[in-house]
């Protein structure tokens, strides 16, 4: 995907720069948009990765107060605007829908990485209420990629990476107070 800058290759194209068989690529994947999608959940993933460095520094903060701490503190725009290039996304018109259910996927795949590790923070913590709120958290990263895309063009600048944290804090007051319960919603970025 870096080579090509985006996912228009074919499987025998894989095989040969990995220097594989093309049967072992499809030992391991069962299509090509199996390997986008693990390609993009791992570049989503680095939310997980850095989830133990970003905890609440709060001994008593609050599942939700750990999720929103490492969702501020991880640089998600490095990431997301690379997918958005690479997944062909560089207009204002909407993804694919076979790009929209990639990056779903990816997200998905994040969600239930970032779920085990708050199981495994949280032992004791029932297992529904961690999935949805880690559901909906990411969820709703995933609603504010539209949002961000539209009013930067996708760009990874300090404009940019302004926009994104703002509809951050934006999710996170909806998913603490109530969505529709904050008022009149800030203008949109532009």
């Keep these: 995907m870096r080579e090509t800058g985006g996912t228009s ?95 779903g996927r990816a997200f998905t795949e994040v969600s239930g990485r970032m779920s085990a590790e708050m199981m495994r923070r949280h032992p004791d913590a029932d297992e529904l209420d961690v999935r949805l709120l880690v559901g909906s958290l990411m969820s709703g990263a995933l609603v504010l990629h539209g949002y961000w895309h539209q009013a930067t063009g996708g760009g990874d600048d300090d404009r940019s990476r302004q926009v994104w944290a703002d509809l951050v804090e934006r999710l996170l007051a909806a998913a603490r107070t109530g969505y529709g319960a904050t008022g009149a919603p800030p203008p949109t970025p532009h």
Excluded at 26 to 47: A, M, P, Q, R, Y
Excluded at 55 to 83: C, K
Aim: charge should be negative.
């Design 9 to 103: 290759f074919s499987v025998d194209e894989l095989a040969h720069r990995a220097d594989v068989s093309r049967r072992t690529v499809f030992n391991h994947f069962e299509s090509l948009d199996e390997i986008v999608i693990t390609v993009c959940g791992d570049i989503l993933g680095t939310v997980v990765d850095s989830f133990e460095s970003h905890t609440a520094p709060d001994a008593d903060a609050t599942m939700f107060d750990e999720l929103a701490h490492a969702l501020r503190a991880t640089d998600l725009v490095t990431p997301i605007a690379y997918l958005t290039r690479v997944l062909g996304k560089d207009s204002d018109d909407a993804l694919t829908p076979r790009h929209a259910a990639l990056i």
